[in-house]
């Protein structure tokens, strides 16, 4: 259930049986010709249909994450490393006040792993909490439906191009674009505008929703399976 | 429009011709018996029929803000003000890069207002940029209508009941409930729950449609307003 | 109780019954010709003496506080403001974590009182956590005492001349120093120095036993009914 | 002689003839079913006894470390490492100022290493200031003691069972614990818990008073040789 | 004596028997048609001049101060108040090691305020350091020299048009522009530009040379009675 | 040309078409024999010579830079690596404001290689900005030109001796002093003046002029090569 769903005395009912709670971890930037909201919409919308037949609450995603290097595309803010960090911990830590103790963070966006070590570490020092920082797409299960498809899978292309990040009225290349390697991220924003071009890290650009809708229902499964099992201690 | 129905393609076209942007800025906290989202819920929702029939983009909502005093009520995460302002001007910065010259940030929380002296520290060096900070229910012409309608109106009180922040299957209390000063929220958590039970400040928590709908009518044409000419340079 | 004369095992026994805890706060600076720990022995012995009976563990002194106003006089370290802020905090975090929630933080300078601040910010956001923080000597019925004693009563001045902050064949000077405004510590290290000579703020030196051990058991008397009813909620 | 058996003129007397300054260093936290203060309770009394016949200065101990990993034993308070290493830096900076030129920071937590760094990094901008960071349980001498009597000698096992740091009637289990890594720190607090039990790191939990007096004394000779001898210039 | 004219063996000969140094902190920023480095060349010429019959050592001028109101002139790079504080702290600190005491920071640009609040509370801590600010163009003298030729005197205007902060080839303006009040620098950058057009506050553009070379000789001779006569101790 | 022999139209006029600019970053510190500001005038004095045939702009130097090191020499201030990327941070942000785009760093000292990586790491989010951090003399050609000369060439060495570094009535040791290596600066500031001595760190304290100006003049040609064709994008 969505947490924009309740008032505060259904949550605080909730605690008295329960103490998970899931944060989908977005970032609004370029993703070639999908949406600039890929990132937070897939990161929500796999932790809502997870989460929905267990009845644990799903926080709204935070849309705004860690992604300096696609500057010279229009429309993708960056968070700093520093500020990003602290908006994980304070949000854990005033959960954890309010008697949340189980948070998996779904994320949707690789640049936004210093948010896992932030939870990490948070999570250290508090003995009755449990973090996890759950890639969704990365997920051991999900990865492996998406390799069984098309090896050459990456930002941008048709593995993030599903019914719900596809944009109305815009077509997508035919082409297999050559890949280009994660690491130019490292360079600077205006070497990577003119490695990626029209933004996509190479493969096809879409793939029938058959294909599509199957890395889908891994990855849903993958973070139901966490939401229920994926902790050290009840 | 809403960022996340574009790619970057679609907003580097906009900008040859504009350079305006909206950011709703929310909180997730208690709001009595109607929606933990409301802010959210509102400031987007506000932003984005204010902004459509102009062609502006409006970003997703930063859904998270500045509520510690809410601690005591489950599902009020809360940012630091540090934080928060760290956030703003991060927000800013990023989008100024990447050509954006004209901010409105549209307010839902009260107790976000330090966003504003961030937004506003952050334009006061940028010659050609421009932030307008603008708490949406307070308008001049929006707190108006409010007041013709019933003085009693605040927090989690009638003012913010609308068809979109009500829960399904959840009553409202019939009474007009005893206003709370608003200084309450400068003492303690269990002070500020004590003092507010069900978390309204106090007032009708709700009115017929009829009125709350003028108060939208009005909310949305201000902020429309403001995006067409809030701004001291074109 | 002192928390050393306990092993973990046993503050863990404590904590099924009780979430009450000590921390006495002092400063090492100079206290003319009385003891350079005056604020540590007195805070931490105060703190004991009052708690032992009732069985609430008292944390050792926190030695070291804010003086830099007495960065002239030889032995008299100092932290900084933002430092002390964060060791206050970061102690009360700590052991909230481990269970306890009500901190009474028994100060014995002056100087230390930005602890205080952080205390209460650091507590506003935990609904279920308070703490107190008392100057033992201005509590209103020590210095009603001292007030009835000798109204000339200050830093290093008979005030703080205990048998257990005396130092052994140190002679103390028999006359009434006039008395220097508390404003001075305003102005830079040298004209501290060069105001106090000293170091005592002024008033006697020295008075009767008679006289300290009153004011020592309303100190006491005071600290105790503190941690037995200075609390907001039990 | 200890900082506070001492008024400042004594110190200013001092500083005419030397510029030595002892400050040990400890940690409250679980020590199996010794004292919380076993950290404490050495450092500070391995440096008065090695200082003593000298007449250099000891400043009360920092009773407060670097211990986040025991975060589910009650009565283990931590400071975080940015806070300690200001602490350390703030402290040697303004006993400096005062006169100070040769620090020995005598250390019984090995948690606390971070403040070594600290004093490092500090001294060596001050042409005429020395620091030395000593683990006094790791010192050379000392620690050949240790292992020609029992090599498995760890964290709250006999090695720090001293007549000052045994509770009256805390008995202890007779048996010889296995060892327990020590990188058992670098996981979770409820992993350290469940790894650790009662504690301790492993080996027997008290030996005979002869042979931990003869650890005591190797300690308390191996400080003095270094508040005599420890220098790089007089 | 400019310290680029030495050698570290003539400063460590010249700290034998002085310990005074002069810091001139100026500004890179807009001075209408005068040079852009009017408030460096100000105070550092003017700290030469005054220091050199004495034989005391001046530091090369800090260039760049605070100015964030002038970002809408090209060539007005500005430091935040934050970093302003610690470079000036910092500066302060490692000379001060060095042996320096008496310290004399001669300003040239109002902006840079902060620079002597944060001088003030460095020295406040250290005994036996002194710090003075010292913004020459306002001193009393100076001052009184100033209003007795003109008193429409401002940034940019006759009052900082010498021989030395003039540029070949241009002219100035021969009328007298209205005074615009200082507060214009509160509002943003656009809104100084747009106040300020040329960059002058006010007044005549230029002065004859006899006018402001009783400016500038008046401003000397103050700077070096301070030097001499500036401080509370020797 | 030197941006002090501007005024603000004549950058702004400049700005229209072109958006180069060049900031020499010294260091005030002690050179042995040679003068305190040799980092400082010979960074600066390299870019003026390189510069002015382009018509491109010269700050005046950062005088002050990164030199713990050198503690035990007066005369050497030093910035901390924090405080110092700040300042290299917020001189390009603003001038960037201001509208330059492409930024030379001739840098004259080795300790301040932390502003190059400040500079990078602010370049990399800024998609049309581009900084260069240029060691003036370990640029390959230049480097080239002095080791032909003599491969013992070190700070304070005869490398850095030339007509507008010496001082007027200093006379140069006459010997070669051995080398010392460079990692000595890791050492504390008291170890690094018993190593150094004089602060040379060997080889020929002087050379013929016709060997210096060679070195010299290579290093003009580089920076102006660098000034003309450095740049990935025009």
């Known amino acids: 259930m969505r947490v924009q769903d309740c008032n505060w005395m259904q949550l605080e009912e909730y605690l008295r049986e329960d103490d998970r ?4 971890c977005g970032s609004i930037e370029q993703h070639g010709y999908l949406s600039l ?9 796999v932790s809502i249909e997870a989460a929905d037949p267990l009845g644990v609450p799903v926080l709204p995603a ?4 860690i992604t300096p290097y696609f500057a010279a595309y229009p429309g993708s803010p960056t968070l700093s490393v520093e500020t990003y960090k602290a908006v994980i911990r304070e949000l854990l830590d005033s959960l954890y006040r309010q008697g949340f103790r189980r948070f998996l963070l779904v994320n949707g966006h690789g640049g936004n792993d210093p948010g896992g ?18 890639n ?24 993030e191009n599903f019914p719900w990040t596809r944009l109305a009225g815009v077509a997508q ?4 674009k050559p890949m280009v390697a994660a690491t130019i991220v490292e360079s600077g ?21 058959d294909d599509v809708l199957r890395v889908w229902r891994a990855g849903v499964d993958e973070v139901r399976e966490l939401i229920e099992n994926g902790w050290t201690r009840a």
């Open 117 to 134: 070590e932030a939870a990490a570490a948070w999570s250290a020092g508090y003995p009755d909490a449990q973090t996890v920082w759950h």
């Open 173 to 176: 290349p035919q082409e297999r």
């Open 62 to 65: 935070l849309p705004y994450g």
């Open 136 to 159: 969704w797409w990365k997920g051991a299960r999900t990865w492996e439906v998406v390799q069984s498809i098309d090896t050459d899978a990456s930002h941008a292309s048709w593995l």
């Open 21 to 24: 709670i899931v944060l989908p």
């Open 37 to 45: 909201g890929v990132d937070m919409i897939l990161a929500e919308r």
């Open 189 to 209: 924003a205006a070497q990577v505008r003119e490695a990626l071009g029209d933004g996509s890290f190479g493969g096809l650009y879409e793939r029938p929703d």
